[in-house]
């Protein structure tokens, strides 16, 4: 079995104890560094990524692999990867980048499977006549299009 195979099954029952934090992603590196990130419903707190770190090392013989691993949370300038990373924050302002597109600046306000939904507002000319109006614009977005999609502080 390779490093990678373990730690992929390691991280999975390391999740399985803890239904509200979830695998964004991992690596292994050919010089057996690990890297683990998570996120969580309510946050991760440094407890959960000892948690997780102490299950995976604990389980992996050194003897065998001579290996680095390092969990860490998403952190908040992260790009969203996950749908649950959406559902998650319902109601914070993204930046939302698309191929070829300007990027979107928004208000994150409902995320479903396939697509979400941003909302914002912004100055328009007026229909008829001279000056400006205040509009709120919506739009829904396939997780397929995103470049790049980080919640702003």
């Known amino acids: 079995m ?3 195979d373990r730690v992929t099954e390691l991280v999975v029952t390391a999740l399985e104890t803890r239904k509200d934090l979830f695998l964004i992603e991992y690596t ?3 010089d057996q ?3 683990v990130f998570i996120d969580g419903d309510k946050g991760v707190q440094l407890q959960d990524c000892i948690d997780i770190s102490r299950h995976i090392e604990n ?3 050194r003897e065998e692999y001579d290996f680095s691993l390092e969990v860490a949370s998403a ?3 992260s790009n ?3 749908v649950r990373q959406y559902q998650n924050n319902i109601g914070r302002k993204l930046r939302v980048e698309i191929e070829g597109v300007k990027p979107l600046e928004g208000t994150l306000v409902k995320a479903d499977e396939n697509t979400f939904t941003l909302m914002w507002r912004q100055r328009e000319p007026k229909p008829i006549g001279k000056g400006k109006i205040t509009v ?3 739009e829904t977005l396939s997780y397929d299009a995103i470049a790049s999609a980080i919640v702003l502080v």
């Open 2 to 4: 390779t490093l990678k």
């Open 28 to 30: 292994v590196t050919p």
């Open 33 to 35: 560094k690990i890297k």
């Open 59 to 61: 389980q992996l013989d």
């Open 75 to 77: 952190g908040v300038g």
């Open 80 to 82: 969203l990867k996950k």
């Open 136 to 138: 709120t614009k919506e």
